[in-house]
């Protein structure tokens, strides 16, 4: 259900086998064998975004070649064509998610319009003055500030989740901010700042028990390991394309059949009504309902090439892959002087954040980019994550099925050139 990954320094996981082959991996994917300040591409900042595999780019161009046509208003075969294959699109999101029908897939434009457009809705209907939501201190701005706006909107207030030093959910904690006020908890699966994987399967249990609705930024997480809504009992779970593979600016929000025929709509426009006249408009039945205008078509179908893609692969021996990436990487460059990593969890995948020692994280993206070394710098969109760690910002690598040790030997480099020049 969830990518979890048990980190133990010191420990190596059990290799990824004759499942998982990474090197034919990286062939499918063009940009890996591009070069940057005349360097190899070292590529470790998937969890900013994904690239793209063959199949992938080969699509986007193939739709535009010979099948575009806007979807859902044509007879003619072009709309046709681009209808069902955007509907089939549909239905690959409905298995990746293991949701039970596609009208509970509605297609976004990735993760943060998909939490926008739950914050809203939701808010609108079901939150009032003096009632409650719950977050976590380790969220992404984009489940932050909608709920924000909402319950600035709305007369509620914003409760949050403390964790720990090594950038875990207190849980014990969790359960006493659950109260009869409670209307909505909002948690990210993995935290892109950290790596935490977080046992979502129990926070909404708790949320159940409370009568609160559940939500779920799975961002980070769909990319590392299978997802089944139905097993964790989420209201709502949404995920972003160029996460997982796929082109960005599309998404797809998981929202359980009911509550989506139950919520108002989020825009108005054309394609989301089904009837419309100057004293009254009545609304088409979800997904519909929540994807007024026309959509990035292209996108959504590509994503659905990007799971067809992920389901070719041995997933967990992609994950055994990516924790031994991970495994190794934590125990080299810990190892370094002047290290302190971020984020120790017990539970976490694919993301390594760390300072060295004075030298500004983004003075360090720099050195490593000249090596041709793509790692992230910054706070990553999730200020209160720094805020509790006490510093300004972090160098992250973040990992994929296509890296490989030779990334990570080619990572503890460049941060030993980066000692060298700053001692």
Known sequence: MSPTTRVEPGKRSEPAGAGFDAERVRADFPILSTTVHGKPLVFLDSAATTQKPRAVIERVD?????????????????????????????????AFLNARDEHEIVFVRGTTEGLNLIASCVGRSRIRRGDE?????????????????????????????????????????????????????????????????????????????????????????????PIDVQEIDCDFYVISSHKIYGPTGAGAVYGRRELLEELPPYQGGGDMIRTVTFEKTTYA?????????????????AMGTAI?????????????????????????????????????AREKSSVLSFVLGDVHPHDVGTILDQDGVAVRTGHHCAQPVMQFFGVPATVRASFAMYNTREDVDALV???ERVIQIFS
């Open 62 to 94: 193939r739709y535009y070649r010979s099948e575009n046509a806007n979807i859902h208003r044509g007879v003619y075969a072009l709309s046709e064509t681009s209808t069902r294959e955007y509907e089939e699109a549909r239905h690959k999101v409905r």
């Open 133 to 225: 939501v719950v977050i976590s201190h380790m969220e992404h701005h984009s489940n932050i500030v909608p709920w924000q706006m909402i319950c600035e909107e709305r007369g509620a207030k914003l409760r949050v989740i403390p964790m720990n030093d090594r950038g875990e959910l207190l849980l014990d904690e969790y359960e006493k901010l659950l109260g009869p006020k409670t209307r909505v908890v909002s948690v990210v699966h993995q935290s892109n700042a950290l790596g935490t994987v977080n046992p979502v399967g129990e926070m909404c249990k708790l949320a159940r028990e409370a009568g609160a609705l559940f939500v779920i930024d799975g961002a980070q997480s769909a990319a590392h390991g």
């Open 285 to 301: 039945p979800p997904p519909a309902k929540f994807e007024a205008g026309t959509p990035n078509i292209v996108g959504a179908i």
């Open 413 to 415: 480099r460049s941060l």
């Open 308 to 344: 067809d893609y992920l389901a070719g692969v041995d997933r967990a021996a992609v994950a055994r892959h990516e924790a031994d990436l991970l495994r190794l990487a934590t125990d080299a460059v810990s190892s370094l002087p002047g290290v302190r990593v971020i984020g120790a």
